[in-house]
C-alpha cells in the first residue's frame, strides 16, 4: 500500500468544485489546465461521480453533495487523526478502495510524524495498491519526511512468486526495505500498517482478495496487472479501515514482518 501513480481525473473534479458549483465547460476548461480529457469522457466521470452520491447536478451546473461534504467533515473532525488510549480501536466504513485509500494516505502521513522515533512495519499480502491512482505525490512526501527523519519502513509481501518479487526489485531502496515470504498466519484480506503500538488494519472484500490470488499467482506483466486492478477496483462498493492501539497484537505483527530483516 505504499506505492502507486498520479491523481486522477476524479480527484482534481472534486477539489475544482470545492470551490463552488459549475457547468461542465466550466469545468473542462479548468481540466484541460491539468490533463487532456474530452467533454465526452469528463461527462462520464460526473456521471460516475452523480451515481456515488459525490456530486449533484442541478439544470446545468454541479456541485458537491452536501451529505458527502458532511460526512468527509466529520469523518477528518476537527483532530488530525484518531488519538486512542491503551486498547481502543475504531473502524471506518467506506464505499470504494479509493476513499480508503484517500483516508489512509492521510493516517498514514499523520502517524508516521507522530511515531517518528520508530521504525514503520508494513504487510501486504500481495502489492495491489501501488495501482490505485493518486499515491506518486503522496509518495513524494513521505519519502520526504522518512529521509528527513532517517525513518525505515519495512515492508513484508505474504507471498512470494515472480509477480511480487519484480515489484520488491522495483521498489527496493533504502527508504523502503521489502522482503517476499509466504505467509499463512495472517487473513488475506487484511493489510497492514503498524507504528510501534497503532495499527492500521485495511479490509478488502473476499471476492477482491480471490481475484488477486488469481491474478498475481499467473504470470502477468506488470502492465497488465495494473490495467485489470484498476478495471476491478472501480466494481468495489465496500471495504473498511480499523484503527487501534494494541500493543500486543503490534509486537506479534512486527515479529512476523521483521523476521528475515534482521
Known amino acids: 500500500m505504499l506505492m ?4 486522477n481525473t476524479e480527484d482534481t473534479i472534486i477539489e475544482f468544485l470545492s470551490l463552488g458549483g459549475n457547468t461542465m465547460s466550466v469545468i473542462h476548461q479548468h481540466l484541460k489546465g491539468y490533463k487532456e480529457i474530452s467533454k465526452q469522457s469528463l461527462y462520464e466521470q460526473l456521471r460516475k461521480l452523480i451515481a456515488e452520491n459525490i456530486v449533484i447536478k442541478v439544470k446545468d451546473k454541479y456541485f458537491l453533495d452536501i451529505d458527502w461534504i458532511e460526512s468527509v467533515r466529520n469523518l477528518f473532525g476537527a483532530i488530525d487523526a484518531p488519538l486512542l488510549g491503551k486498547g481502543e480501536s475504531i473502524s471506518y466504513n467506506f464505499k470504494s478502495l479509493q476513499h480508503l485509500n484517500t483516508y489512509w494516505k492521510h493516517l498514514f502521513y499523520y502517524y508516521g510524524s507522530l511515531k517518528s522515533d520508530v521504525s514503520i512495519c508494513a504487510y501486504d499480502k500481495y502489492p495491489f495498491w ?29 507471498r512470494e512468486n515472480k509477480s511480487t518479487l519484480d515489484f520488491k526489485k522495483r521498489n527496493n531502496d533504502s527508504l523502503y526495505k521489502i522482503n517476499c515470504r509466504n505467509v499463512y498466519s495472517l487473513n488475506d484480506r487484511h493489510y497492514y ?36 486492478i484498476q478495471e476491478k477496483i472501480s466494481q468495489i462498493k465496500t471495504a ?5 492501539h494494541n500493543e500486543g497484537k503490534a509486537r506479534k505483527l512486527r515479529k512476523i514482518i521483521l523476521k528475515d530483516f534482521v
Do not use: A, C, M, W
Not at 141 to 149: A, P, S, V
Open 240 to 244: 473498511s479501515i480499523k484503527i487501534e
Open 4 to 7: 502507486g501513480i498520479k491523481k
Open 130 to 158: 501501488e495501482h490505485l491512482v493518486g499515491q506518486e505525490e503522496n509518495n513524494l512526501k513521505y519519502e520526504r519526511l522518512f529521509k528527513n527523519k532517517k525513518q525505515k519502513v519495512f515492508f513484508l509481501i505474504g
Open 193 to 228: 500498517v503498524i507504528f510501534g503500538d497503532i495499527i492500521l488494519t485495511s479490509v478488502v472484500p473476499k471476492r477482491f482478495t480471490e481475484y488477486l490470488r488469481d491474478l498475481y499467482e499467473t504470470d502477468n506483466s506488470i502492465d497488465d496487472i495494473g490495467f485489470k
